[in-house]
T-cell receptor, first 113, second 114 residues
Framework: GENVEQHPSTLSVQEGDSAVIKCTYSDSASNYFPWYKQELGKRPQLIIDIRSNVGEKKDQRIAVTLNKTAKHFSLHITETQPEDSAVYFCAARSGTNAGKSTFGDGTTLTVKP | DAGVIQSPRHEVTEMGQEVTLRCKPISGHDYLFWYRQTMMRGLELLIYFNNNVPIDDSGMPEDRFSAKMPNASFSTLKIQPSEPRDSAVYFC????????????FGPGTRLTVT
């Protein structure tokens, strides 16, 4: 089955700096790669996603890049703010086992004011 | 739209008791997922349904766990008998289908088994 590895497990940055979180996946048939943000005590919420036919997608301060050849994708947050502090999860949706997504272990991002 | 609804929000029970968690997905969504989240194991997919049919239950840890989806607007996750190691936050999520894959999570049920 699909295996998703996420790095780093923790990340601390100064407010205003950029943050990058990387994920690798094993199943070349995976076709959808979302990122979820989970604040303490809250539910995971989708912040951005990308499909396998696209290399990059941006939404204001957040961007995701996908390298299908290397089977990795990354989340980029620019001009970080304290409210960006949360746990971020990547996921990969299998193109063969329709509907099933495998999540990474999460990255705890701390933005210091 | 009310979003995904889960009940109860908190459940404290004694070892050996039966626990039933409930979920109402977003209307019109074709997929429903049950996840378990712990510090040690992260976010684990337990089972998911497509159009009320269980598709993959390979994440269900043991026979003590069972899930049903009798109709498009309701699903249950049952643990019988419960054990302390079942303590976790259980999330239900739904997804539209039809080429849309994003998942919408419910608020979760925090289960504590003593």
């Amino acid at each position: 089955g699909e295996n998703v590895e996420q790095h780093p497990s923790t990340l601390s940055v100064q407010e205003g700096d950029s943050a990058v979180i990387k994920c690798t996946y094993s199943d070349s048939a995976s076709n959808y790669f979302p990122w979820y943000k989970q604040e303490l005590g809250k539910r995971p919420q989708l912040i951005i996603d990308i499909r396998s036919n696209v290399g990059e997608k941006k939404d204001q301060r957040i961007a995701v890049t996908l390298n299908k050849t290397a089977k990795h994708f990354s989340l980029h947050i620019t001009e970080t703010q304290p409210e960006d502090s949360a746990v971020y999860f990547c996921a990969a949706r299998s193109g063969t086992n329709a509907g099933k997504s495998t999540f990474g272990d999460g990255t705890t991002l701390t933005v210091k004011p | 739209d009310a979003g995904v609804i889960q009940s109860p929000r908190h459940e404290v029970t004694e070892m050996g008791q039966e626990v039933t968690l409930r979920c109402k997905p977003i209307s019109g969504h074709d997929y429903l997922f049950w996840y378990r989240q712990t510090m040690m194991r992260g976010l684990e997919l337990l089972i998911y349904f497509n159009n009320n049919v269980p598709i993959d239950d390979s994440g269900m840890p043991e026979d003590r766990f069972s899930a049903k989806m009798p109709n498009a607007s309701f699903s249950t996750l049952k643990i019988q008998p419960s054990e302390p190691r079942d303590s976790a936050v259980y999330f239900c999520a739904s997804s539209p289908g039809g080429g849309r894959y994003e998942q919408y999570f419910g608020p979760g049920t925090r289960l504590t088994v003593t």
